[in-house]
């Protein structure tokens, strides 16, 4: 093999897939500079999001960035004070949506008999009950809050990942490896974390990162509809207050549209990124990608060893 082949052979592993997978770097950089803002931004911007410090409804200039609210804050200092809460409110509750999904589905799966009947009895009760209805009666009843609305969402989102982690492990039981491990008598946890479980990384990956995008915009919205602390800044909140005060009906567009546009970009990029999941790990995606790859890499080299033919000179 030339060398020239070589390099262009990918190289094996998930990780390394997904590193040189374009659609994953974009969404990799943009959720990195989301969390560094959410983390860093409040020291650089020292502006507290709660102050007044100008008069309501102030377009953007140059001592405000963003402009005002209707109440006089700074919008620039509210939105990167929102998105660390609404953040940390997202990949949290999408872990813990991820985590509690891959225990019941992957119990339920790998022992069967009653215990799978009464997982999936339970499972069963929390798909068919309608997902936002339950989750504002929930939250209505409880401390209104960022905690409040991570733990409502956690309820109401566990049981679509428990479903479909369930399914695969029950195809993944009868494989020839997991049958080999328990005619040698290994115990069942060690079956699930040391033979099942790595050949399911990309799926919970994949799960994590599409509960993440569901708990990042459920909590915008509940929050949007009020219920939630108000008081707290969360990207949320943001968008409340900017209803309550008119902003659209005043034409103050700019108390609106940054929070829109973090929101938006969050969930672009952990689409992004779960798009290049499912390239890497669906079999019909990477055959046709392994297809182009080697229909562009043989018409390269047809190109480049076809002779140029001149006119001649007559």
Known sequence: MSSANQARKPRSGFIWQLLENRKASIGAVLILIFVLMGLFGPLIVSVDPSAFVGPPHQPPSSEFLLGTTGQGQDVLAQTIAGARTSLAVG???????????????????????????????????????????????????????????????????????????????????????????????????????????????????????????????????????????????????????????????TGAWWTVVPTGVCVALVGFALVLVNYAIDEITNPRLRAEATWTRILKSHDLESGLSTPVVRPSGN
């Not at 225990?103 to 999936?120: E, I, N, Q, R, Y």
């Not at 409502?152 to 494989?175: C, F, H, P």
């Open 91 to 249: 990949f949290l509750t999408g872990f813990a949506v991820m985590a509690i999904g891959a225990l019941v589905g992957m119990t339920a799966g790998f022992f069967g008999g009653w215990v799978d009947s009464v997982l999936s009895f339970f499972t069963n009760v929390f798909l068919i009950i309608p997902g936002l209805p339950m989750a504002v009666v929930i939250a209505a009843y409880l401390q209104p809050g960022p905690v409040t609305i991570g733990l409502v969402l956690v309820i109401t989102g566990w049981a679509w990942n428990a479903r479909m982690l369930r399914s695969q492990l029950l195809s993944l039981r009868e494989k020839d490896f997991v049958m080999a491990a328990i005619v040698s008598g290994e115990g069942r946890l060690r079956i699930i974390f040391r033979e099942i479980l790595p050949n399911m990384t990309s799926l919970l990956m994949s799960g994590f990162i599409s509960a993440t995008v569901y708990a990042i915009g459920a909590q915008v919205g509940l929050e949007f509809l009020g219920i939630g602390d108000v008081s707290t800044v969360t990207w949320g909140t943001n968008l409340y207050w900017a209803s309550n005060n008119a902003a659209l009906l």
